[in-house]
């Protein structure tokens, strides 16, 4: 007896129009993230005569991808594809996490603790973390990241948390 799951009929939510479900999904998103980064760049400055302002490149990028998106939807419902894939979500959460974390946290605690900090938190975000590794490149890592910004590239980061300064 195989343990292979059955080939049977997939439900999908998709409309009856919708051939290929992950393609017309995926378009619809990159049409998204284009709509907002022409709502993002709608205040910059556009271009004026040959010269160019800070918003033509987003908005010239953003009509690039609302075009791309519109053709990938657009193949979703003209061609058959493959269904909607299920999605982990764990790994991209807690990397968006750790991003939020270190904005947060690298002023008040500094870039030793907030470089530490960060990557724990992203390591989180696969059941597979082995602690012991983890820690000791967490370590290695934020001690590379500790040398090479205010030494090696000489920007002006603060290391430790003020309250350990002072």
Same mark, same amino acid.
């Given at each position: 007896?195989?343990?292979?799951?059955?080939?049977?009929?997939?439900?999908?939510?998709?409309?009856?129009?919708?051939?290929?479900?992950?393609?017309?999904?995926?378009?619809?998103?990159?049409?998204?993230?284009?709509?907002?980064?022409?709502?993002?760049?709608?205040?910059?400055?556009?271009?004026?005569?040959?010269?160019?302002?800070?918003?033509?490149?987003?908005?010239?990028?953003?009509?690039?991808?609302?075009?791309?998106?519109?053709?990938?939807?657009?193949?979703?419902?003209?061609?058959?594809?493959?269904?909607?894939?299920?999605?982990?979500?764990?790994?991209?959460?807690? $990397?968006?996490?750790?991003?939020?974390? #270190?904005?947060?946290?690298?002023? %008040?605690? *500094? +870039?030793? @603790?907030?470089?530490? =900090?960060?990557?724990?938190?992203?390591?989180?975000?696969?059941?597979?973390?082995?602690?012991?590794?983890?820690?000791? $490149?967490?370590?290695?890592?934020?001690? #590379?990241?500790?040398?090479?910004? %205010?030494? *090696? +590239?000489? @920007?002006?980061?603060? =290391?430790?948390?003020?309250?350990?300064?002072?």
């Amino acid at each position: 007896m195989s343990d292979a799951p059955s080939q049977g009929p997939v439900k999908s939510i998709m409309p009856k129009w919708v051939r290929g479900p992950q393609d017309f999904v995926g378009g619809i998103a990159l049409m998204a993230i284009a709509l907002f980064a022409l709502w993002a760049s709608s205040d910059l400055q556009g271009m004026h005569g040959f010269s160019f302002g800070a918003g033509t490149a987003p908005r010239m990028f953003a009509v690039l991808l609302l075009g791309l998106g519109a053709a990938i939807a657009l193949v979703g419902i003209l061609i058959e594809g493959v269904h909607l894939a299920t999605y982990a979500w764990r790994g991209p959460l807690f $990397v968006s996490l750790s991003i939020l974390c #270190f904005a947060v946290t690298i002023r %008040p605690l *500094g +870039l030793v @603790l907030a470089a530490f =900090l960060t990557f724990m938190v992203s390591a989180l975000g696969t059941h597979e973390t082995r602690w012991k590794e983890t820690i000791i $490149v967490g370590v290695c890592l934020t001690a #590379f990241c500790s040398f090479l910004f %205010p030494y *090696g +590239l000489g @920007l002006p980061m603060q =290391l430790w948390p003020r309250f350990l300064i002072q």
